[in-house]
T-cell receptor, first 109, second 111 residues
Framework: LAKTTQPISMDSYEGQEVNITCSHN???????ITWYQQFPSQGPRFIIQ???TKVTNEVASLFIPADRKSSTLSLPRVSLSDTAVYYC??????????FGKGTRLSVIA | DGGITQSPKYLFRKEGQNVTLSCEQN?????MYWYRQDPGQGLRLIYY???????QKGDIAEGYSVSREKKESFPLTVTSAQKNPTAFYLC??????????FGQGTRLTVV
């Protein structure tokens, strides 16, 4: 499974756009890129998934360059409630999800 | 409502005892997973099952056991052989290439 690298932590002010980049240099052809969000003492929650180019849903956008060796999760206009840990996962759809340590995002008023 | 349910939410165990954590899903998912999370850390895979009556060890299976007799249920037993069982345990389920759904977790404390 592809190894992922993300920043350990990030800080942002409310109302700003936050971009969290994940590196996955050895991504395989059949791997998808998926992001999850986790609040303290809760299970992770799916945010977005993509294979290439750009994916957008009601909460986030995912940008994937042509070489797919990295991806960027973009959260528009964050609020205090977006304070959480964000995990980037890379793998095919039929294997267990492998979580790293994630990125701890702190949103400041 | 469809979802995945873990019980109990909090569990206390005396040293030397086995305890079983429940995980039930009504999402008709084939695959189910158990993870352990320690404070400030990511999730580590304990066991997973891709189909009924079959399961595989994850990265930290020692001291744990599971069964998958029904599609809906994937209980995890923390045995006395697990030397440091105090942790937050998370169960998840999904079908291939779809998002995973997680339960709310069970916080196990050894007293």
């Amino acid at each position: 499974l592809a190894k992922t690298t993300q920043p350990i932590s990030m800080d942002s002010y409310e109302g700003q756009e936050v971009n969290i980049t994940c590196s996955h240099n050895n991504i395989a052809t059949n791997d998808y890129i998926t992001w999850y969000q986790q609040f303290p003492s809760q299970g992770p929650r799916f945010i977005i998934q993509g294979y290439k180019t750009k994916v957008t849903n009601e909460v986030a956008s995912l940008f994937i360059p042509a070489d797919r060796k990295s991806s960027t999760l973009s959260l528009p206009r964050v609020s205090l409630s977006d304070t959480a840990v964000y995990y980037c996962l890379v793998g095919p759809g039929n294997t267990p999800l492998v979580f790293g340590k994630g990125t701890r995002l702190s949103v400041i008023a | 409502d469809g979802g995945i349910t873990q019980s109990p939410k909090y569990l206390f165990r005396k040293e030397g005892q086995n305890v079983t954590l429940s995980c039930e899903q009504n999402l008709n998912h084939d695959a189910m997973y158990w993870y352990r999370q320690d404070p400030g850390q990511g999730l580590r895979l304990i066991y997973y099952s891709q189909i009924v009556n079959d399961f595989q060890k994850g990265d930290i299976a020692e001291g744990y056991s599971v069964s998958r007799e029904k599609k809906e249920s994937f209980p995890l037993t923390v045995t006395s052989a697990q030397k440091n069982p105090t942790a937050f345990y998370l169960c998840a389920s999904r079908n291939h290439e779809t998002e995973a759904f997680f339960g709310q977790g069970t916080r196990l404390t050894v007293v």
